[in-house]
C-alpha cells in the first residue's frame, strides 16, 4: 500500500531563538523519514566537499563550533498536497522573523510516488542507469561510502537506526515482501547468485567473511537466535514452503546434487572434522546422549526402514546399491578397512558394554518365555500343517482304494 502521508521538517540550531521562546528556523524540507533525511544533511555537509548549498555551509560552520544540528517535525501533511504545505510553511516562517537558508520557495523536491512515476517510464530509467553506471560514478561514489562507514560514529548510529527501524513489526512485513518480489524475478536472482560467486572468488574477501563469522561473539549471538523455538519454527515453515514450491524435476535435482556433493571426499573430510571437533566438547557429547533417548532411537530406525523400503521398491535402485556393494568388497584394502574398523569398534569398552547389556536384556526370562512360546507355536503350527498333510494324503489313499475295488469288480462282472 502506498504511504498516505509525509513530513514537513525544520533545522534549526538550539542555541538561537526568535523572541527568546521559539527556536530560529533555518532550513524547511520534506521527507517521509525525517531522521534518515537528518542524516543524510549531516552526510552531504561532512563527506561532500563539493557542495556548497547555504544550508550545507551552515550545517559545517555548526560542525566546527560542536554544535548538534537538531530538527522539528513541524506539519504531518497528507501526500499528494505536501508542495503546497512546504510553501505555505517556508512563507510563514520568513514573515514570523526565520532567517530562512531555502535557496526557493518550496515545493521543487520529489515525493516517493513521484519519483515511483518516474521511474515507471522506460526511458527514464535508462537514461539514469546509465548515468549511474559510469565507471568514474562507481568510483566515486564508492569511494564516498568507503569514507562514510569508516568513521565508527556513523557505524554506531546507523546500527542503533536499523535496529529501531527493524523493532516494528510493520518494517520488516514491509522489507520482506520487498525482498519476496525482487527475488521471484529469475534474472534478478541469477544476478545476485553472479555476484555473490564474484565477491567470493577473491580470496581476501573469503578471508575477511572467515574472519567475521568465526568471532566468539558473532557465532555466540548466531547460536542464540538459531536456538529460539520460534526461529525454528519460522525457519523450519520457510524451507517447508520453499521445497513445496519447486517442480518434482527439481527437487530430484537437488537431491541428487546434494547427494553428488556429499559423495566428494572434501565434503566427507570437512564434514568429519566437524563432527570430530563437535563430540570432542564433553558439554555437547553429553547433551546428544541425554537426548537421543529410546524414543528418538525407534523414531529414526522407523525413519530410515521406511526410507529403505522407499528407495528399494525401484528395481534400478536396487541394482545400483547391490553393484556398488559388490564394487566395494570386492577391493582387499577396502575388506580389510572394514575388517579393521569393525574389530575396533567391538573392542572398546563402551561397545562392549552395551553388547553385553543388549545380550542380557535379550536373553533375560522375560525373553527366554517369549523365546520359547514362540518356539512352541511353530512347533504347534508345524504339527497342524503336517495333520492337514496326512488327512489329505489319508483321502487320497481312500479315494485309490476305492477306485481300484471299483475296477475289480468291473473286471468280475464282465468275465
Known amino acids: 500500500m502506498s504511504k498516505q502521508y509525509t513530513f514537513i521538517y525544520g533545522l534549526y540550531d538550539p542555541r538561537q531563538l526568535v523572541d527568546d521562546e521559539l527556536d530560529m528556523i533555518r532550513y524547511v524540507g520534506k521527507s517521509d523519514h525525517p531522521l534518515v533525511r537528518l542524516e543524510e544533511h549531516i552526510y552531504n555537509a561532512l563527506h561532500k566537499r563539493e557542495c556548497k548549498m547555504p544550508v550545507y555551509n551552515w550545517i559545517r560552520k555548526l560542525d566546527k563550533q560542536g554544535v548538534r544540528l537538531q530538527m522539528r517535525i513541524l506539519r504531518r501533511v497528507p501526500m499528494k498536497y505536501w508542495q503546497r504545505e512546504e510553501r505555505s510553511m517556508i512563507a510563514t516562517l520568513r514573515a514570523a522573523g526565520h532567517n530562512l537558508l531555502n535557496a526557493t520557495d518550496g515545493g521543487d523536491g520529489f515525493s516517493s510516488e513521484e519519483w515511483k512515476r518516474l521511474w515507471a517510464d522506460p526511458k527514464f530509467k535508462e537514461k539514469h542507469l546509465t548515468a549511474m553506471n559510469r565507471p568514474e560514478v562507481k568510483a566515486k561514489r564508492s569511494a564516498e ?105 527439481q527437487k530430484l535435482l537437488r537431491c541428487r546434487n546434494s547427494a553428488k556433493a556429499s559423495r566428494t571426499y572434501e565434503v566427507r573430510k570437512a564434514n568429519r572434522e566437524l563432527r570430530k571437533n563437535e563430540w570432542a566438547d564433553p558439554n555437547h557429547r553429553a547433551k546428544q546422549i541425554a537426548g537421543f533417548t529410546l524414543e528418538v532411537r525407534k523414531n529414526m530406525a522407523a525413519k530410515a526402514r521406511q526410507r529403505m523400503k ?88 481312500r479315494r485309490e482304494v476305492k477306485l481300484s475295488m471299483l475296477r475289480r469288480y468291473e473286471l468280475c462282472q464282465t468275465s
Open 310 to 397: 522407499r528407495r528399494y521398491k525401484d528395481p534400478a535402485e536396487r541394482a545400483k546399491s547391490s553393484a556398488a556393494g559388490k564394487r566395494r568388497y570386492k577391493d582387499p584394502a577396502e575388506r580389510a578397512k572394514i575388517s579393521a574398523t569393525t574389530t575396533s569398534a567391538m573392542q572398546r569398552p563402551e561397545v562392549k558394554a552395551n553388547h553385553s547389556a543388549g545380550n542380557k536384556k535379550s536373553w533375560s526370562p522375560c525373553s527366554v518365555r517369549r523365546i520359547k512360546l514362540g518356539r512352541r507355536n511353530v512347533m504347534k503350527s508345524m504339527l497342524r500343517r503336517y495333520v492337514v498333510a496326512l488327512e489329505q494324503c489319508l483321502l487320497v489313499a
Open 145 to 249: 561510502m568507503k569514507r562514510y562507514w569508516k568513521d565508527p560514529v556513523t557505524r554506531a548510529k546507523q546500527s542503533v537506526a536499523l535496529k529501531r527501524y527493524f523493532e516494528d513489526p510493520a518494517a520488516r512485513e514491509k522489507n520482506s515482501a520487498a525482498q519476496k518480489r525482487y527475488f521471484e524475478d529469475p534474472a534478478a536472482r541469477a544476478k545476485t547468485s553472479a555476484a555473490g560467486k564474484r565477491y567470493f572468488e577473491n580470496p581476501e574477501a573469503r578471508e575477511k567473511a572467515s574472519v567475521v563469522a568465526n568471532r566468539p561473539e558473532v557465532k555466540a549471538k548466531l547460536l542464540a537466535t538459531i536456538n529460539q523455538p520460534e526461529f525454528k519454527e519460522k525457519h523450519s515453515a520457510a524451507l517447508k514452503e520453499a521445497w513445496a514450491m519447486l517442480t518434482p524435476e
